[in-house]
Each structure stands twice: as structure tokens, then as C-alpha cells.
């Protein structure tokens, strides 16, 4: 054994050995209707519980297709996914329950990562609001028009934390900070959950994917990075012990490997952390195939292995491999898997089909007339209006170029991104109709169409821009008083398997930008993407640019609406735009270096020759329409003890000309602790609404949850004393600070509930 292997396994023991066990690695006993049930069963039927087999996107009717049809008949498929219409799910759970020996009802899942058919801002986006009300609303109305339409189980949230803009599926996630995403799944959970699983508006949530999948190799998809147990403890698990807590019945195993080990098979996360630490209780679905996938990994010699490795690791539902159903019942009889772990597993997914209400009405979700009344109702799309405002970033904004003159006579709106609807909805838009959608051009129209004339010119395509593309958009421009040019990405450029090496605009839009930019007109960036880009030439030439994501179904009437003043921008970068690809990975929360860099490039300090050391945009950052002035926080007290919480005060008052938004941010830095903390850390945020003149208070609570991170020792608590630097401001940038003191009240607490 070597050293690391030995200070490797030590800690590993003294990670897990500290930690108090919340729950048995085994299901309790059910109730007495599934225990009845599980009594009945045959070998085979237990194992078709396990197996969950996909179906078709598109509805054609209230006939099933004969391979979902078959897979239910001869009792191998406990659950399916990618169905959905109220006609044909109650098809699908009828086969299930009058068709079959046992009649039991299927779990019916779904990817709704931004909506349903209303489709909102892309979850990045959704992060820009830090707005978690506005959150659970937009998760309760994709559960109420997914669930109209049989659907009882979504894939979402995605919780995996990434620091790496290359890879596609930042687009899911919810930006760089832990705390943030932890926040952010709390709210998700409690918006597809609702207040009673049972109810027929309300669907399991599945937290996913577990754990470290964030953590790609230079941002490639399906890689697996090496993740410390700090960075583990610190960042990647706290969002989903948030949604555990919250209640989240589904979780979902990672593709990635964790220390070698690939999630399905990995009984570290799986049963030590996730059922037993955490004391989760739900099921655990595999990522599509991962468990097959376990013998391409090099770690299962055949699909036996895989499918004992897996099982025994405490992965319950087998997506799309055929692995559990192919292998299992061998398994059983020798004895390589439990009788009993097989059970367990069984007895988990008849327990959320009960909580979900399945075996009391298999069809309370099925139904078409609730369907044809909630599925794009006017209200949700208004709300993802209001998502969309709130989610859309400012950048810069040179000398007032925005808001527009809704008296302007002619407007010109130029480029690839300005009438693309499905690039408006976004990538994975569920059962999004692209017709639906509203795009920029449209926006535009609707909101000065009536006494403005609207020209349009597309400035060739995303990926190509030929001279006369340009030539044509500039002389459209010309004959402007105002230009707003779409710019961005395919939303086929976001999402899974969608990574890419270079994060400046694609094609040849910069030189499209470039000349519509020297016309000299007020000029208006209005960018379409699902991570940061690198677009420090463009910040250079445009008088403005606004971020407005993959904005969903009223995604262009949001961005119009604040292009002329109808709307303010209120969104805040979730995550760091670099100046290069060469800067990534670059965050606000990094950890100090003993030669940190200076503002001048000086020899010996860290950082790179030919870039330097600050990103072009950092956490936080979005400008408004006024400005403000904030003060120096102030706390109602100087210490806190154990248990205790002190208020941050900041003073707000809007300087400028116009009613705003303030957006105050706190973020703590332990000055002294065992193991060297993050410069700055997001802790919390509040918000203000001012009018010209107008003063203000915002007050944000930090205690012992918001102190605590992963102790050497194994556990979530703070430092055992110390002083902690209290910082408010604007953005992660732009940050006055005070000094708050910890002091325990007896031996270092557990704080229960950041994670870890
Ligand atoms: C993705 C998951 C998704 C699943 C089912 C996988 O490829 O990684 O996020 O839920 O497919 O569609």
C-alpha cells in the first residue's frame, strides 16, 4: 500500500464514519397494500418492475406502439418514457392495469427541463432570475401540463455543478454556484411536487444526475473528471441534498465515474451517502444505458456483472439497457443478488406508484379535458414572459443605448437569431410546439409594429455570412434610426452532447456584427446561447448587448419588451463569461493562491502572459436601466455564536433617472480556517424596487448554514472560530465588506442543512 492509498483510505473512513447514519440502506416495510402486492409476485414480475423502457416523442393517437405495447404485456416494463398525451398514456396505464396478472400501473417519466408545452427560459436562464418563487411557479406550471398529460415522473432537476462553459449541458444547469443550485433544487422540487404527490397536477421529481457529472474533462460530454471529496462535499452534492431534503422522490445515477467507480455502480454515493447519510428513500434510476455501459468502462466483465453491480450498489430502475431483464432472474437464483435486494428495490417503485395516487387511479392524470384546459393556458405563457424578463441579463449598456424610443420610426432588427422560433424555445423543449413561439422579430412587431417600421434582414445564417449577406444587412441598417441585432447559437449548440471547443459566436456573425456596428446607429446586441461565450471583440463594438438565453415560448416578446423600456432588464449572470477559452475553467468562488495577481501583470503572480487575470463579465454582473449606490453592509451584530444568525443590512438608493431594480448580493470569505477557503462565496441576495431618489434597506440572513463547508474531520459545519469577511455588492466584482466573528457555543455543531 502506498502512502496516498493509505491517507486515501483513511479519509475515505473518516469521511463516511462521522457522519451520522439518517436512514438503513434497506427500504423499511411499505404499507400493507404493497406489501400484499410485493407477497404475490413472481421472480419475473419483480424484475419487469425494474425495467423502464422508452417510447415514442411523437403522440399519433390513443393507440400504443406495438414495442411499448408488448414490453407492458409480457411484464417488462414497470415504467416508460418519452410518452405523453392524456388519450394515450390512459391507453398505456390500461393495458397495464386490466391487461396483466397483477395489474399494477406504470410510472410514466419525462425529460421537462424548462416546460412542458409552455416552454419557459432555459434552466441557465431560469438561474439568472435568482428568483426562486418565480422558479416553483414555472416548475408547478410544467408538472400541472405534463401531469394533464399522463406524465407522473420528470427527469429534472438537473443538479450537476460545472465551472466549464464547453460543455453543452450548462445550458440544464443552474451556473457555478453550489449554494445557488441548492437553492434553485429546492424551489424545483417543491414546484413539480407540490404539496401532495397524489394530486393529478403534481409529478415526481428526479434529481439527477448522481453525482460528479458536471465535473467533465475540458468540458467533454459523457467525461468524468477527478473529484476530490472536498470538491465532491463542497460543490457537487450539496444541490441534491437540497432536493433530498425538499422531498425529491427520484434521483437519478450519473453516466460519469466517480474515483473509477461509474454512478450506477457506485455504492459510495449510492448507499453510504445518498440512503444512508441522507436518509433518502426514493428510487434511483440509471442514466440511459449506464448500466450497460458499466462493461465499456472496464469495470463489469458482461452484463451479469453490470447488472449485479448495479443492483447491489442501489440502483432500482434500469433505463434502456435490458441489463435487470436480461440477467437478474440468473442472478437471483445464484445467488449473486439477494432475494431481499431485489425486493427492496421492487418494494421502492410500488411505493412512489402509490404515493403518486397510481394504484388508486391509475388515469386521475390521464385526462383530456384537463389536458386540452391546462397545456398552454394563457396564464403560463404570460408567466414565461415574466421569467423571460426576469432572466435576461444586461451586459453593457453604453451611454443609455437602451431602452429604445418606442417612438422610433424605423427599426431595423438583423441576423441569424432573430426569427428562429425553435431556437427561441431552446434545446429539449419537451412537448414545445415551436409554432408557439414568439421571436425577437415578433416581439419587436408587437411591441412599436403599430406606429414603427419593422426591417428585417436575417444577415445570412448562424453558420455562414457571405459578403452579400452582410452587404444587404448594412444597407437595411442604414435605413434605420435603431438596430437590433440577434446573435447566438443553435439551440442544438446547448444541451446533451452538444460540447464545443471554441465559445465565440459561431459562423461568420462577428463580421455581420462588425459592419452593422460601424453604421455608427444605436446599436443593440440581443444574444441567444445556453452558456457563457467568449465575446470580448463584440463587448468592444457594441453599444449595448442584452443576454436574453434560450428564452422559451415568449421569449422575443420579453426581450422586445425590454429592448423599449416596457420591461426592465433584471437578470444576473449565474456564471462567469471568460475573455478566452484559455481562462476556463474561471469562477467567482476560487480558491486564494500564495502569489495572487495583482492589478498590473507582474512576474511570479498567478495567472497567464497573454490574458489577463479578470473574466470579461463576472458572476453576478447585469446592469439596469438607473443606477444605484450601496452602501457598506452593516450587521445587527458583531458575532455570532453557535446556532445563532446575524442580519446584513445593506443601504440601497437609486441614483438614476428612471424606477429600478436593485440586486444586492452577499458573499462571506472565512479569513482563517484549516483548509484554505474561496476568496468570495455567494451566500445570499435580495432585491429592491426604488423609484428615481428613492432610499432603501435590504436585509439578508447568514448563520451556521450559510458558514459551513466539509470539515477535514467529515462533516458540514463552520470553522471552529474565526473571523469571516461579510461582503455585499452589485455583482462578485463590486464588493464593500465587513467583518463578522464566529464564535461556537460548545464543541463544533453539525449544521444540518447545507449539504453533505
Ligand atoms: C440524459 C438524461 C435523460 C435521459 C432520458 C440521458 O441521455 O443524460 O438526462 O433524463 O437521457 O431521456
Same mark, same amino acid.
Given at each position: 500500500?502506498?502512502?496516498?492509498?493509505?491517507?486515501?483510505?483513511?479519509?475515505?473512513?473518516?469521511?463516511?464514519?462521522?457522519?451520522?447514519?439518517?436512514?438503513?440502506?434497506?427500504? &423499511?416495510?411499505?404499507?400493507?397494500?404493497?406489501?400484499?402486492?410485493?407477497?404475490?409476485?413472481?421472480?419475473?414480475?419483480?424484475?419487469? &418492475?425494474?425495467?423502464? /423502457?422508452?417510447?415514442?416523442?411523437?403522440?399519433?393517437?390513443?393507440?400504443?406502439?406495438?414495442? /411499448?405495447?408488448?414490453?407492458?404485456?409480457?411484464?417488462?416494463?414497470?415504467?416508460?418514457?418519452?410518452?405523453?398525451?392524456?388519450?394515450?398514456?390512459?391507453?398505456?396505464?390500461?393495458?397495464?392495469?386490466?391487461?396483466?396478472?397483477?395489474?399494477?400501473?406504470?410510472?410514466?417519466?419525462?425529460? /421537462?427541463?424548462?416546460?412542458?408545452?409552455?416552454?419557459?427560459?432555459?434552466?441557465?436562464?431560469?438561474?439568472?432570475?435568482?428568483?426562486?418563487?418565480?422558479?416553483?411557479?414555472?416548475?408547478?406550471?410544467?408538472?400541472?401540463?405534463?401531469?394533464?398529460?399522463?406524465?407522473?415522473?420528470?427527469?429534472?432537476?438537473?443538479?450537476?455543478?460545472?465551472?466549464?462553459?464547453?460543455?453543452?449541458?450548462?445550458?440544464?444547469?443552474?451556473?457555478?454556484?453550489?449554494?445557488?443550485?441548492?437553492?434553485?433544487?429546492?424551489?424545483?422540487?417543491?414546484? +413539480?411536487?407540490?404539496?401532495?404527490?397524489?394530486?393529478?397536477?403534481?409529478?415526481?421529481?428526479?434529481?439527477?444526475?448522481?453525482?460528479?457529472?458536471?465535473?467533465?474533462?475540458?468540458?467533454?460530454?459523457?467525461?468524468?473528471?477527478?473529484?476530490?471529496?472536498?470538491?465532491?462535499?463542497?460543490? &457537487?452534492?450539496?444541490?441534491?441534498?437540497?432536493?433530498?431534503?425538499?422531498?425529491?422522490?427520484?434521483?437519478?445515477?450519473?453516466?460519469?465515474?466517480?474515483?473509477?467507480?461509474?454512478?450506477?455502480?457506485?455504492?459510495?454515493?449510492?448507499?453510504?451517502?445518498?440512503?444512508?447519510?441522507?436518509?433518502?428513500?426514493?428510487?434511483?434510476?440509471?442514466?440511459?444505458?449506464?448500466?450497460?455501459?458499466?462493461?465499456?468502462?472496464?469495470?463489469?466483465?458482461?452484463?451479469?456483472?453490470?447488472?449485479?453491480?448495479?443492483?447491489?450498489?442501489?440502483?432500482?430502475?434500469?433505463?434502456?439497457?435490458?441489463?435487470?431483464?436480461? &440477467?437478474?432472474?440468473?442472478? /437471483?437464483?445464484?445467488?449473486?443478488?439477494?432475494?431481499?435486494?431485489?425486493?427492496?428495490?421492487?418494494?421502492?417503485?410500488?411505493?412512489?406508484?402509490?404515493?403518486?395516487?397510481?394504484?388508486?387511479?391509475?388515469?386521475?392524470?390521464?385526462?383530456?379535458?384537463?389536458? !386540452?384546459?391546462?397545456?398552454?393556458?394563457?396564464?403560463?405563457?404570460?408567466?414565461?414572459?415574466?421569467?423571460?424578463?426576469?432572466?435576461?441579463?444586461? +451586459?453593457?449598456?453604453?451611454?443609455?443605448?437602451?431602452?429604445?424610443?418606442?417612438?422610433?420610426?424605423?427599426?431595423?432588427?438583423?441576423?441569424?437569431?432573430?426569427?428562429?422560433?425553435?431556437?427561441?424555445?431552446?434545446?429539449?423543449?419537451?412537448?414545445?410546439?415551436?409554432?408557439?413561439?414568439?421571436?425577437?422579430?415578433?416581439?419587436?412587431?408587437?411591441?412599436?409594429?403599430?406606429?414603427?417600421?419593422?426591417?428585417?434582414?436575417?444577415?445570412?445564417?448562424?453558420?455562414?455570412?457571405?459578403?452579400?449577406?452582410?452587404?444587404?444587412?448594412?444597407?437595411?441598417?442604414?435605413? !434605420?434610426?435603431?438596430?437590433? +441585432?440577434?446573435?447566438?447559437?443553435?439551440?442544438?449548440?446547448?444541451?446533451?452532447?452538444?460540447?464545443?471547443?471554441?465559445?465565440?459566436?459561431?459562423?461568420?456573425?462577428?463580421?455581420?456584427?462588425?459592419?452593422?456596428?460601424?453604421?455608427?446607429?444605436?446599436?443593440?446586441?440581443?444574444?441567444?446561447?445556453?452558456?457563457?461565450?467568449?465575446?470580448?471583440?463584440?463587448?468592444?463594438?457594441?453599444?449595448?448587448?442584452?443576454?436574453?438565453?434560450?428564452?422559451?415560448?415568449?421569449?422575443?416578446?420579453?426581450?422586445?419588451?425590454?429592448?423599449?423600456?416596457?420591461?426592465?432588464?433584471?437578470?444576473?449572470?449565474?456564471?462567469?463569461?471568460?475573455?478566452?477559452?484559455?481562462?476556463?475553467?474561471?469562477?467567482?468562488?476560487?480558491?486564494?493562491?500564495?502569489?495572487?495577481?495583482?492589478?498590473?501583470?507582474?512576474?511570479?503572480?498567478?495567472?497567464?502572459?497573454?490574458?489577463?487575470?479578470?473574466?470579461?463579465?463576472?458572476?453576478?454582473?447585469?446592469?439596469?436601466?438607473?443606477?444605484?449606490?450601496?452602501?457598506?453592509?452593516?450587521?445587527?451584530?458583531?458575532?455570532?455564536?453557535?446556532?445563532?444568525?446575524?442580519?446584513?443590512?445593506?443601504?440601497?438608493?437609486?441614483?438614476?433617472?428612471?424606477?429600478?431594480?436593485?440586486?444586492?448580493?452577499?458573499?462571506?470569505?472565512?479569513?482563517?480556517?484549516?483548509?484554505?477557503?474561496?476568496?468570495?462565496?455567494?451566500?445570499?441576495?435580495?432585491?429592491?424596487?426604488?423609484?428615481?431618489?428613492?432610499?432603501?434597506?435590504?436585509?439578508?440572513?447568514?448563520?451556521?448554514?450559510?458558514?459551513?463547508?466539509?470539515?477535514?474531520?467529515?462533516?458540514?459545519?463552520?470553522?471552529?472560530?474565526?473571523?469571516?469577511?461579510?461582503?455585499?455588492?452589485?455583482?462578485?466584482?463590486?464588493?464593500?465588506?465587513?467583518?463578522?466573528?464566529?464564535?461556537?457555543?460548545?464543541?463544533?455543531?453539525?449544521?444540518?442543512?447545507?449539504?453533505?
Amino acid at each position: 500500500m502506498t502512502l496516498r492509498t493509505i491517507v486515501c483510505a483513511a479519509l475515505a473512513a473518516a469521511v463516511l464514519a462521522t457522519v451520522p447514519l439518517a436512514g438503513s440502506a434497506h427500504a &423499511q416495510q411499505a404499507s400493507k397494500r404493497v406489501e400484499d402486492l410485493l407477497a404475490r409476485m413472481t421472480l419475473e414480475e419483480k424484475i419487469g &418492475q425494474l425495467n423502464l /423502457v422508452s417510447g415514442h416523442h411523437a403522440v399519433t393517437g390513443p393507440y400504443t406502439r406495438s414495442d /411499448v405495447r408488448s414490453a407492458i404485456l409480457k411484464g417488462e416494463a414497470g415504467g416508460l418514457f418519452n410518452v405523453y398525451g392524456a388519450a394515450y398514456t390512459r391507453g398505456l396505464q390500461e393495458i397495464a392495469t386490466t391487461q396483466t396478472r397483477l395489474g399494477i400501473p406504470l410510472l410514466l417519466g419525462f425529460d /421537462v427541463l424548462h416546460g412542458y408545452r409552455t416552454i419557459f427560459p432555459v434552466p441557465l436562464a431560469q438561474a439568472a432570475t435568482f428568483d426562486m418563487a418565480a422558479i416553483e411557479q414555472a416548475e408547478r406550471i410544467a408538472a400541472a401540463e405534463a401531469a394533464a398529460a399522463g406524465v407522473n415522473w420528470i427527469f429534472a432537476p438537473m443538479l450537476d455543478h460545472s465551472r466549464d462553459p464547453r460543455w453543452g449541458r450548462v445550458v440544464e444547469s443552474f451556473g457555478e454556484s453550489a449554494w445557488l443550485g441548492a437553492r434553485i433544487g429546492e424551489a424545483r422540487v417543491r414546484g +413539480l411536487q407540490g404539496r401532495s404527490l397524489k394530486s393529478p397536477d403534481s409529478v415526481a421529481a428526479c434529481a439527477k444526475h448522481f453525482a460528479g457529472n458536471g465535473a467533465t474533462e475540458g468540458g467533454r460530454e459523457y467525461s468524468g473528471g477527478d473529484v476530490s471529496v472536498r470538491a465532491m462535499r463542497d460543490q &457537487q452534492l450539496p444541490p441534491f441534498k437540497a432536493a433530498v431534503d425538499a422531498g425529491a422522490r427520484c434521483v437519478m445515477a450519473a453516466f460519469n465515474a466517480v474515483d473509477g467507480i461509474p454512478g450506477v455502480a457506485n455504492d459510495t454515493l449510492l448507499r453510504d451517502i445518498l440512503r444512508r447519510e441522507w436518509g433518502f428513500k426514493g428510487v434511483v434510476v440509471s442514466d440511459f444505458g449506464a448500466i450497460e455501459e458499466l462493461i465499456v468502462h472496464g469495470v463489469a466483465e458482461n452484463p451479469a456483472d453490470a447488472g449485479r453491480q448495479a443492483l447491489r450498489a442501489g440502483t432500482d430502475i434500469d433505463m434502456e439497457s435490458r441489463t435487470f431483464v436480461t &440477467q437478474l432472474a440468473t442472478l /437471483v437464483r445464484e445467488g449473486k443478488v439477494l432475494a431481499s435486494e431485489l425486493d427492496d428495490a421492487v418494494r421502492r417503485i410500488l411505493v412512489l406508484k402509490e404515493e403518486l395516487g397510481l394504484f388508486d387511479d391509475p388515469y386521475a392524470r390521464s385526462s383530456p379535458e384537463r389536458e !386540452a384546459a391546462t397545456v398552454g393556458r394563457p396564464d403560463h405563457f404570460q408567466a414565461a414572459r415574466a421569467m423571460a424578463e426576469k432572466s435576461m441579463v444586461l +451586459l453593457k449598456n453604453d451611454r443609455n443605448t437602451l431602452p429604445f424610443s418606442t417612438k422610433l420610426q424605423r427599426v431595423a432588427v438583423i441576423g441569424p437569431l432573430a426569427d428562429g422560433k425553435a431556437d427561441t424555445l431552446g434545446p429539449w423543449a419537451a412537448n414545445g410546439n415551436p409554432e408557439d413561439a414568439t421571436t425577437l422579430l415578433a416581439g419587436v412587431r408587437r411591441v412599436v409594429g403599430d406606429t414603427a417600421e419593422v426591417l428585417y434582414a436575417s444577415g445570412g445564417t448562424i453558420d455562414r455570412t457571405s459578403p452579400a449577406d452582410i452587404a444587404a444587412a448594412v444597407k437595411l441598417a442604414a435605413r !434605420a434610426e435603431a438596430v437590433i +441585432l440577434a446573435l447566438g447559437e443553435r439551440s442544438t449548440m446547448s444541451g446533451e452532447s452538444a460540447s464545443r471547443a471554441s465559445l465565440d459566436l459561431p459562423g461568420d456573425q462577428l463580421a455581420l456584427a462588425r459592419a452593422v456596428i460601424a453604421l455608427g446607429k444605436p446599436t443593440a446586441v440581443v444574444l441567444f446561447n445556453g452558456r457563457p461565450l467568449t465575446i470580448e471583440d463584440l463587448d468592444r463594438e457594441a453599444p449595448a448587448i442584452l443576454e436574453a438565453w434560450f428564452p422559451g415560448s415568449e421569449g422575443g416578446l420579453a426581450a422586445a419588451r425590454i429592448l423599449f423600456g416596457l420591461a426592465e432588464p433584471q437578470g444576473r449572470l449565474p456564471m462567469t463569461f471568460p475573455r478566452s477559452v484559455g481562462q476556463i475553467p474561471i469562477y467567482h468562488d476560487e480558491r486564494p493562491t500564495g502569489r495572487p495577481a495583482g492589478p498590473q501583470p507582474k512576474p511570479y503572480t498567478t495567472g497567464y502572459q497573454d490574458v489577463g487575470p479578470t473574466p470579461l463579465y463576472p458572476f453576478g454582473h447585469g446592469l439596469t436601466y438607473t443606477t444605484f449606490f450601496m452602501g457598506t453592509p452593516r450587521l445587527d451584530r458583531p458575532a455570532i455564536a453557535g446556532g445563532e444568525t446575524a442580519t446584513v443590512s445593506v443601504d440601497v438608493m437609486n441614483t438614476g433617472a428612471r424606477t429600478g431594480t436593485a440586486h444586492v448580493q452577499l458573499y462571506i470569505r472565512h479569513r482563517l480556517a484549516r483548509v484554505s477557503r474561496p476568496v468570495k462565496e455567494l451566500r445570499g441576495f435580495a432585491r429592491i424596487t426604488l423609484p428615481p431618489g428613492g432610499v432603501g434597506v435590504v436585509k439578508m440572513p447568514i448563520g451556521e448554514a450559510e458558514l459551513a463547508f466539509w470539515q477535514p474531520e467529515g462533516r458540514m459545519a463552520p470553522p471552529s472560530s474565526g473571523k469571516i469577511d461579510v461582503m455585499a455588492g452589485p455583482d462578485s466584482a463590486t464588493l464593500k465588506s465587513i467583518i463578522l466573528e464566529y464564535r461556537p457555543a460548545g464543541p463544533a455543531r453539525q449544521a444540518s442543512n447545507t449539504g453533505g
